[in-house]
C-alpha cells in the first residue's frame, strides 16, 4: 500500500497542469523536480496532494450496484489514536517517518464515526457492540444478540424469543449466500459470537461458565454448533478449542477441554453438517489451512489454539496468520454464486490494549490492515462492499510534541518535559496496569524502564489490573457497492441496515424492493 500511495502521486505529478495549460513542470522546471516535491517544505508539495486528494474524490463514481459479496472486517478496539499510532509503527519500518502514510483501508473513498454507546451504559463493551453492528439493535453491555429488555445474566429473558434478534449473518443464510467468521480471538468471544448466538452473558462461552443454581441457558459454544444461524455457518476460523471439548479430553496439542457435560462439540459439528448432505473438515494448524482444497471442502470449522490464538509478534510457524485465514476463506465461500457474507475481526489489538502492551495493539492493527489488503487482492471492487470499523476505542492517548519519524513507542520530546522534569511517553493510558507508583513522593522514572520489551505494560495513571474501553465514537471505512451510505455520523446500529441494503438481505429497506 506504501508503495502505491507513491506511485499514484507521481503519476499525478506527470497530469497534473496549471489554470494556463501549461504543465506545472514546464511552468517550474527548477523548483518542481520530483525530488523536491516529495520535500513537505516546499509548498507545491501539499498543494498538489491536496489536489490529487479533490481529483481523486471528484472522479470517484457512486457505485448503486448490489452488493453479491460482503466483507466487514473489526478492529476490536482500534481506536482513533491507535490509527493514527500504527501509521507510524508501519512507518518507521520501511525508512518512513509514519505519519503521512495511510494503512489499507484508510484510502477507501468513503468514511464515517459510529457512536458506540450501549443501552445501559456510556461505555460500550464488545458484546452490545457486537449485536449493534451485526444485528441493528442496541442492546444492554455483556449481553450478545438480545435487545435492551434483557439485563445481563438474565436467563429468563435469554429463553424468551421475543427478546432476540438476528442479524446479517441470518439474513445472508436466508438469501442463499455463504457466511463465514474469521477472529484472532476464541470464535466464542462477544465480537464472534453476537454473529450467530443469543445470550444473556458474553461469559457463558461453555457450560462450564453458566450459573451452577437456577436456569440453564444454552452455552454460547453450543449455539455456533446446534443453533439455527451457527449451524449453518460454512467457514468459522479463529481460537478456543476448549470450550468444545470435555474436562476428560485432550485435543491434539495435549490440552484439556472445559466442558463439563462431557460432549465433543467438534464430532457434533461433524456430523451435524454430514447429516446435511455436504463434507465437512475440522483442521487445527497453519499448514492443514493452507493445504486446503476448496473444491473439496465448502465447509470447515478451524480452531487453532486452545485459547486465544497467540499474538502476532509471538506467533509460531503452525500458526496461521489473519491474512492466511482471511484469504483461505475467502477462497471457500466465493464459490458460491449467490455471494457471501464475511466478518474477518482482528481481536487481539483489544486484548493488547486491556494490557497496556501498545506495541502488541499497534502490530495487531497492522496485521488487520494487511488482511484488509490481501482481500482486496482478491475481490472485485464493483460486487464487494469491504467495510471496515471497530466495535469501541480504549483509553490510550497520543500526546506530547515529538519530532516528526520519533519512536512511537518512546518517550516524548524531552524539550516538553513534565514540571518534575521526569520524561513520558507518547503512547499512555488514563487507566490500567501500567501504572507505576511513586518513589519517594516522585513520578516513576521511564528512563529507568525498558521500553523496547514485548511485553513492556506502558504508563497509566490510574491502577488498575485491565484498562478499560474508551466512550468515543469509531471510524468507519467502505469501498464497494453503496459505499457512500457510510457517510457522516450515526448510531453503530445502522451499519448493519446499510450492508443489507447494499446486498440486497433482510426484512428492511434494500436496494431490490423500492
Known amino acids: 500500500m506504501l508503495n502505491l500511495n507513491i506511485a499514484r502521486t507521481l503519476l499525478f505529478l506527470g497530469c497534473v497542469v496549471c489554470s494556463n495549460g501549461r504543465s506545472l513542470r514546464a511552468n517550474n522546471k527548477n523548483l518542481l523536480s520530483t525530488r523536491s516535491l516529495f520535500d513537505e517544505k516546499n509548498k507545491e508539495h501539499w498543494k498538489i496532494q491536496a489536489q490529487w486528494t479533490l481529483r481523486t474524490k471528484l472522479e470517484t463514481p457512486l457505485n448503486k450496484k448490489v452488493a453479491k459479496n460482503v466483507i466487514l472486517f473489526l478492529g476490536d478496539g ?249 484469504q483461505k476463506a475467502i477462497e471457500i465461500l466465493s464459490q458460491n454464486q449467490n455471494g457471501y457474507m464475511l466478518f474477518v475481526e482482528g481481536g487481539r489489538i483489544d486484548t493488547a490494549h486491556h494490557e497496556t502492551k501498545a506495541r502488541k495493539a499497534l502490530d495487531e492493527t497492522a496485521e488487520l490492515a494487511k488482511a484488509v489488503e490481501a482481500a482486496l487482492r482478491m475481490v472485485d471492487p464493483e460486487n464487494t462492499l469491504i467495510v471496515v470499523t471497530s466495535d469501541h476505542s480504549h483509553t490510550m492517548s497520543y500526546s506530547g510534541y515529538s519530532k516528526r519519524g520519533s519512536d512511537i513507542l518512546g518517550l516524548a520530546n524531552a524539550k516538553y518535559n513534565a514540571s518534575d522534569n521526569l520524561p513520558y511517553s507518547t503512547l499512555s493510558y488514563a487507566n490500567g496496569p501500567g501504572y507505576k507508583p511513586p518513589t519517594d513522593f516522585r513520578r516513576h522514572n521511564l528512563m529507568l524502564d525498558n521500553m523496547n520489551s514485548l511485553n513492556y505494560t506502558f504508563p497509566s495513571m490510574v491502577p488498575i489490573p485491565r484498562e478499560t474501553h474508551g466512550g468515543e465514537d469509531v471510524a468507519v471505512f467502505a469501498k464497494g457497492p453503496w459505499a457512500h451510505l457510510f457517510t457522516g455520523n450515526y448510531e453503530q446500529s445502522f451499519i448493519p441496515h446499510a450492508i443489507a441494503y447494499a446486498a440486497c438481505i433482510g426484512p428492511g429497506l434494500t436496494k431490490c424492493n423500492l
Not at 483501508?105 to 452490545?128: I, R
Not at 438476528?166 to 454473529?195: C, E, F, N, Y
Open 78 to 326: 482500534m481506536s482513533i489514536p491507535t490509527l493514527a499510532a500504527t501509521r507510524v509503527y508501519i512507518g518507521r519500518k520501511f525508512g518512513h517517518t509514519g505519519e503521512e502514510l495511510k494503512l489499507s483501508f484508510e484510502s477507501f473513498p468513503y468514511t464515517g464515526l459510529a457512536k458506540t454507546y450501549c443501552v445501559d451504559h456510556n461505555v460500550a463493551d464488545s458484546a452490545c457492540s457486537g449485536t449493534a453492528y451485526l444485528s441493528g439493535i442496541k442492546g444492554n453491555s455483556g449481553t450478545l444478540g438480545l435487545s435492551g429488555a434483557v439485563k445481563r445474566g438474565d436467563c429468563k429473558g435469554q429463553k424468551d424469543d421475543s427478546n432476540t434478534v438476528t442479524g446479517l449473518m441470518d439474513w445472508a443464510q436466508k438469501a442463499g449466500k455463504s457466511t463465514g467468521i474469521v477472529t484472532t480471538t476464541r470464535v466464542t468471544h462477544a465480537s464472534p459470537a453476537a454473529a450467530y448466538a443469543h445470550s444473556a452473558d458474553r461469559k457463558w462461552e461453555a457450560d462450564a461458565d453458566l450459573p451452577r443454581q437456577g436456569l440453564r441457558c444454552e452455552d454460547i459454544a453450543s449455539q455456533l454448533v446446534g443453533g439455527r444461524v451457527g449451524s449453518s455457518i460454512d467457514v468459522i476460523f479463529g481460537g478456543g478449542r476448549k470450550n468444545f471439548y470435555s474436562r476428560n479430553d485432550k485435543d491434539s496439542s495435549g490440552n484439556f477441554g472445559y466442558r463439563n457435560d462431557g460432549r465433543n462439540l467438534i464430532r457434533e459439528w461433524l456430523l451435524n453438517k454430514q447429516s446435511h448432505g455436504v463434507a465437512p473438515t475440522y483442521i487445527e494448524n497453519k499448514r492443514e489451512l493452507l493445504n486446503l482444497d476448496k473444491r473439496k471442502h465448502k465447509t470447515v470449522l478451524g480452531l487453532f489454539a486452545s485459547d486465544h490464538m497467540p499474538y502476532n509478534l509471538e506467533a509460531g510457524i503452525s500458526d496461521p496468520s489473519l491474512s492466511e485465514m482471511t
